[in-house]
């Protein structure tokens, strides 16, 4: 059963073309309109000429709305990056998460040697420093994956949990699972398969990757659908066999 974690105010639309890596035009009643894209994936799956969509409005000097979500298969693919992090952070604050029962929101954006990543939680005694990242590309399968292009950014990340990690501090990466129906959670090797090689490593070295389902309904509520999604079995495997070898 769904777990219903917000709603967010949004207005219908008809997606119309991708100007840039920020700005998309769609069609809001009748007008086009021009609107923010916060996720900089390529979203070439969801990006359709003619898909329903919804956006938010926002208080931007030359644009009003930012596109929060895509439909796919009876429900909403949630692009929008903003709207994923409160969605997490509700399932945490609830406790609906089984990797982050007993957890709370200790602080957002903690500066580390390479940046900074997207939250510290206290977790009874236990404190983990935890990156999130956005999966709407959708596989085959039904596989939930990312990236769907190159990201340094998202290698960069990975290889500084894996720093932390061996210094002996609790550290998690999130995938955000934000397409209905997300069967399990794998990373895309065509996408960037330098970060494929980076995560699958990390992962056989005992870095906590973790993932969880969400999705939007026509009315705007963000359900958490998977509080526990499970990792590819086939991904597991390679990276079994990668730590034996």
Known sequence: MSAPLMRVPVRDCVFLERLNRFVAEVLVEGRVERVHITNTGRLEE?????????????????????????????????????IQSKAFEAAVERELLCFFHGCRIAGREPRVREGRLDYVLDCNDDRVLVETKSAVLRGPSGEAMYPDCPTR?????VRELVRLMKSGV?????FIAAFPGARCFKPFREGDPQLYDVLTNALAMGLEVRALGIYMDNSGTIYLEKPCLDLCEDWISEAVAGAKG
């Open 170 to 174: 609790r550290v998690a990466i999130v």
């Open 46 to 82: 969801l990006l359709v000429k003619g898909r329903r969509c919804k956006v938010a409005g926002i208080n931007g000097r030359r644009l009003r709305y930012r596109l929060v979500a895509l439909e796919d298969r009876g429900g909403y693919a949630v692009i929008d990056t903003r």
């Open 153 to 157: 950014r998202g290698v960069r990340h």
